[in-house]
């Protein structure tokens, strides 16, 4: 248990960067989790990288074009800096519940958690109470991925730009996006995300990331009992447009390469349509 409380730590940012987004027409044909980003005055090619953030280590793999294109740029941009030491003890703040959970919710909302807890996990909410919601989304996510040894990518990419002096930045605070995800998911609409984790669910997700099939994993994460509206406003088209206000400056001056969750590639907001809006082309590299 401590153990896992340890990693549900770590992967409490970004943890919902695969989520579900319906509007995933702009790459519905074209299986590449890597975009090459060019025109509109650059004078070297940027690229754009979906990640599912966590897998288990035996379905892990980065494809020779994502090591090539990440040898050809100068700079690596997450959704937060993971090499940053404040980001990441921000991070572990963040993984604490500001008050304790049975005090937080409700006595309808703690019975539902209770149930949530004791069938996917086998612990109860006295286990978890200083936690936040955050974390025990996270928590849950780790266990369904039904292995103890997880890789999380943007760790190992951060570990291969140190490897070459590669500098690392974020597109936005850990306090940003905890911000964004608690807007995104009230307390009453997380409890029906916990419900629909399932190690079946996630071993779906698994193998569609592993073919690079990303409408696949929208068709299959995508459950509008668990996202409204407001959650995909938050958690993806304000983020989206924020990023990409960032990144012409940030394109201008070196090749970048761009590492965020699969789900904010697509959908006519997306990463993807906004930069295309912007006036570069974007393009998918295949296999």
């Given at each position: 248990m401590k153990n896992l409380l340890k990693s549900a730590i770590a992967a409490t940012v970004s943890i919902f960067g695969f989520s579900a987004n319906a509007q995933?027409?702009?790459?519905?044909?074209e299986k590449s989790l890597l975009w090459e980003v060019s025109g509109n005055g650059l004078e070297k090619p940027s690229y754009l990288y979906g990640t599912v953030h966590m897998i288990c280590e035996k379905d892990y793999i980065l494809k020779p074009k994502v090591t090539e294109a990440f040898a050809k740029t100068t700079k690596l941009a997450l959704e937060i800096n993971m090499s940053d030491p404040n980001e990441m003890s921000n991070m572990q703040k963040a993984?604490?519940?500001t008050e304790l959970l049975s005090k937080k919710l409700s006595p309808a909302q703690l019975a539902e958690l209770e149930t949530i807890?004791?069938?996917?996990?086998?612990?109860?909410?006295?286990q978890v109470d200083n936690y936040s919601m955050l974390t025990i989304?996270?928590?849950?996510s780790i266990k369904s991925f039904g292995c103890q040894n997880l890789k999380f990518y943007e760790m190992e990419l951060v570990s291969k730009a140190k490897e070459t002096n590669k500098p690392v930045m974020g597109l936005e605070t850990v306090n940003d996006q905890m911000n964004y995800l608690g807007k995104s998911f009230p307390d009453n609409q997380?409890?029906?995300?916990?419900k629909t984790i399932s190690e079946t669910e996630t071993q779906k997700l698994v193998q569609n990331y592993i073919k690079e099939d990303a409408m696949a994993i929208y068709k299959e994460v995508v459950?509008?009992?668990?996202?409204d509206a407001n959650g995909k406003k938050w958690l993806l088209d304000i983020r989206n447009a924020n990023w990409v206000k960032q990144m012409p400056e940030?394109?201008?001056?070196?090749?970048?390469?761009?590492?965020?969750g699969v789900a904010h590639l697509g959908g006519e907001l997306g990463v993807i349509q906004l930069l295309k809006k912007a006036g570069?082309?974007?393009k998918p590299i295949m296999n």
């Open positions: 995933m027409q702009s790459v519905e044909n993984a604490m519940g807890l004791q069938k996917q996990a086998g612990i109860s909410v006295k989304m996270s928590l849950l997380m409890l029906k995300y916990l459950n509008p009992e668990s996202m940030l394109m201008k001056k070196e090749s970048v390469f761009f590492a965020v570069y082309t974007v």
